[in-house]
């Protein structure tokens, strides 16, 4: 499948601890906000998905952390489509976020189900 989308981000206050480390849940966040970036550029923006009676339901799998992230750091995140099942309707994504020297800092693997509530 091998399909990249990318998007730039900076290292909020509300994102780290009292070391200035980036917490557990902002990870969490920015992988939500890449795949919703994902879906809107697709045509799938959160209002369309809700006129459509489609729901989805994120599970953070696994996640790999190799250098923190800090405060006021700029990186980016590399989306990749790792496997699409339409039948199960499961996505599987990994998100690699990568500091402004390009070193990567963390990978986490994302399964994406989704519903149709019609």
């Not at 981000?9 to 917490?23: N, R, S």
Request: with cysteine; proline share 0%.
């Amino acid at each position: 499948m091998n399909k990249m989308f990318r998007r730039n981000f900076k290292v909020k206050g509300e994102d780290v601890d009292d070391f200035m480390v980036m917490q557990e849940d902002a990870y969490q966040n920015y992988t939500s906000s890449i795949l919703n970036a994902y879906l809107f550029e697709k045509g799938y923006a959160k209002q369309k998905r809700k006129q459509i009676n489609f729901d989805l339901h994120e599970f953070l799998e696994t996640k790999k952390i190799r250098k923190h992230l800090m405060f006021m750091q700029e990186f980016f995140i590399n989306l990749e489509l790792l496997s699409f099942d339409e039948q199960q309707q499961k996505l599987i994504v990994r998100n690699s976020f990568f500091n402004s020297s390009n070193e990567l800092c963390v990978t986490a693997k994302t399964s994406i189900s989704w519903f149709d509530h019609s």
